[in-house]
């Protein structure tokens, strides 16, 4: 469970995240959308651990962020961000292995080694083991990065959840590979982990999140499971006209913008 | 890549440099044949030394210089190494980011004014005042550079470039400065100061300079899984439990450490630093854990087919084994340039 209590992030006078109050628990995936400079990805980052926020709590099952120590925290909690860029050719073995790297300290062991195949083939990219990272496609990119953020949080903790943060995971990839990507993320809902992504598709938002956060000026301004998703909210968050649409055989709404 | 693994490679280049040194001993103004050499081993280790000027020369001068050259080319092609994975970039060495240049210049401060320094502390340093006064100045250098060139937390390239022109001019003004106010025969010779050059080897040097290659690069090794992580970016490497503040300014600290002591006694020596860590990527891989050992290893090996050739090629004189490295280096550095300057015009690397 990820507690966030009164949170505010400034940079100078700006507050880009704005007395935050919301928590997370495992059983769902939560998706976070808004409009560009809204605040997510700072949001993400100061609950994440890697920007100390100026006010407020972030505590992982009760214990308070600042509690943990580097290497105990990158142990239960893993975030995928968008395409690093690489600059020296390194295999897809090594960059999975290094989801591994706060787990071992000298040699990977032979359970980090089981751990690194077993997410490569749930990702189907057992293939790839040898090949260099800076020759794959984007969507092959996409989903070695997405296995070194799963074999780094693959075991719970002796105490707490594991965490895994998805950050606007699926930008840069055509539709295939965004829905492989995020039906991949729901499934591992029933695992128990605390799922959260930013996404900018709102469509995409609204087919797989469980629940979602709509986030602007750096603050939460609704959330709830996507029946909360009305033309009226999309107007406010985005400032666009839309209309939502029944799919008859999805089940789901879809958003039409005008 | 290549499926051979890692162990094997160790193992060649172990026995290369073993081949390099013994060759290395066995060359140069005066050839001193195998059975030679190892009668002179067995005198020593048993502490019987033998009065022959061979067994002088070869204890005295050359075995001395022929470790001093294998400790230099560890110490900077390791810290070519840090260097590169600090910076995400394969066209760093610390003659470029002003590390060598700086040390020249703490270097041949002591080296000139060291008879004008007086007071406890100067005794009290001993023979360990010049590596200081190297270290201080490389440091220094080392960080300016890293500062000027990461402005706005992104390390652009042609800054980069700049900075280091701009450091390196000025820490070779200093030097220049030093070396023409100088009585001394050797501070004067700019040879020692521009291009390098292990004549000065003796045990005391080799040493200081044994101390702190196997430190600096044990150090290192510590180090290579963090510096992996960072190759993923800064943020990344966060989310992996790297502290990557504190590992940058270790790196660079190391970094000068390696280079600074070397320097301060076999002079400037460039190029090393950056041929080594890169062919070792062409053979095998980028992981630091690799290139790190790897450059130990073949940094000794080039350094001491260099000074072989330079005791060769114009002997019983030897030449400049600097200007050996330069031409070795500079076009491998002309081409990763022309590399990155392409990979720059799809966008900057950050660091």
Not at chain 1, 198 to 212: E, F, K, S
Not at chain 2, 78 to 84: D, F, N, P, S
């Amino acid at each position: 469970m990820l507690s966030i209590e009164n949170l505010v992030c400034r940079i100078g006078d700006r507050k880009i995240v704005d007395d935050i109050s919301i928590s997370f628990a495992p059983g769902r995936l939560h998706v976070i959308v808004g409009p560009n400079g809204s605040g997510k990805s700072t949001f993400l980052k100061a609950f994440s651990g890697e920007w100390t926020p100026s006010a407020g709590h972030v505590t992982y099952d009760g214990v308070g962020l600042n509690h943990f120590d580097r290497i105990d925290l990158a142990r239960r909690r893993a975030v995928m961000t968008q395409l690093p860029e690489l600059h020296f050719p390194l295999s897809v073995d090594e960059i999975v292995m290094m989801g591994r790297y706060p787990h071992f300290s000298l040699r990977p062991s032979v359970r980090d080694r089981t751990i690194c195949r077993k997410v490569k083939g749930l990702l189907s990219i057992d293939g790839l083991g040898d090949r260099d990272y800076l020759t794959l496609s984007g969507g092959e990119r996409q989903r070695v990065q997405f296995a070194r953020a799963l074999a780094q949080v693959w075991e719970t903790p002796p105490k707490g959840g594991r965490y895994l943060f998805l950050d606007e995971p699926v930008s840069s990839l055509d539709i295939h590979y965004q829905h492989q990507l995020l039906r991949l993320a729901r499934s591992l809902v029933k695992e128990n982990i605390v799922l959260i992504a930013v996404l900018h598709d709102l469509n995409l938002a609204l087919q797989y999140a469980g629940r979602m956060v709509f986030m602007k000026h750096g603050r939460v301004v609704a959330e709830g499971a996507r029946e909360i998703v009305t033309a009226k909210l999309v107007h406010e968050v985005f400032d666009v006209e839309a209309r939502l649409l029944d799919d008859p055989e999805g089940g789901r709404p879809v958003i039409v913008f005008a | 890549m290549k499926k051979i693994p890692f162990h094997i490679y160790y193992l060649v280049l172990g026995l290369l440099l073993l081949l390099s040194l013994v060759v290395s001993t066995r060359v140069g103004a005066v050839s001193i044949g195998y059975d030679h050499i190892l009668l002179f081993l067995r005198h020593a280790l048993s502490g019987t030394p033998g009065n022959s000027i061979e067994e002088q020369l070869f204890l005295q001068i050359r075995l001395p210089r022929v470790l001093l050259c294998a400790l230099t080319g560890a110490s900077l092609s390791v810290a070519g190494a840090l260097m590169q994975a600090l910076f995400r970039n394969p066209i760093v060495e610390p003659g470029l980011v002003g590390t060598s240049s700086g040390a020249a210049l703490g270097a041949a401060f002591v080296f000139v004014m060291g008879k004008s320094l007086s007071g406890a502390w100067v005794d009290a340093l001993g023979p360990f005042l010049l590596p200081l006064a190297a270290f201080a100045g490389g440091g220094l250098a080392t960080w300016l550079v890293y500062r000027l060139s990461s402005v706005f937390g992104k390390v652009n390239v042609n800054t980069l470039l700049l900075a280091g022109i701009a450091v390196n001019a000025l820490a070779a003004g200093g030097t220049g400065f030093f070396s023409y106010i100088a009585r001394d025969p050797q501070a004067r010779s700019i040879v020692f100061w521009n291009l390098g050059t292990l004549s000065g080897a003796d045990w005391t040097n080799t040493g200081v300079v044994a101390f702190s290659t196997v430190v600096g690069i044990g150090l290192s090794l510590q180090y290579s899984r963090a510096l992996n992580a960072l190759l993923l970016g800064e943020t990344e490497a966060g989310y992996l439990g790297v502290h990557t503040r504190r590992l940058k300014t270790r790196i660079l600290l190391l970094n000068t450490f390696l280079v600074a002591v070397a320097t301060s006694v076999v002079g400037v020596i460039g190029f090393v630093g950056l041929i080594v860590p890169h062919i070792l990527r062409l053979l095998k891989s980028s992981d630091n854990r690799w290139l790190i050992i790897g450059s130990a290893l073949l940094g000794a090996i080039l350094l001491n087919v260099a000074d072989m050739l330079a005791r060769v090629i114009v002997a019983p004189s030897e030449f400049p084994i600097g200007v050996i490295t330069a031409f070795a280096g500079a076009p491998v550095f002309l081409f990763l340039l022309i590399r990155a300057g392409r990979q720059q015009q799809k966008g900057g690397f950050y660091a």
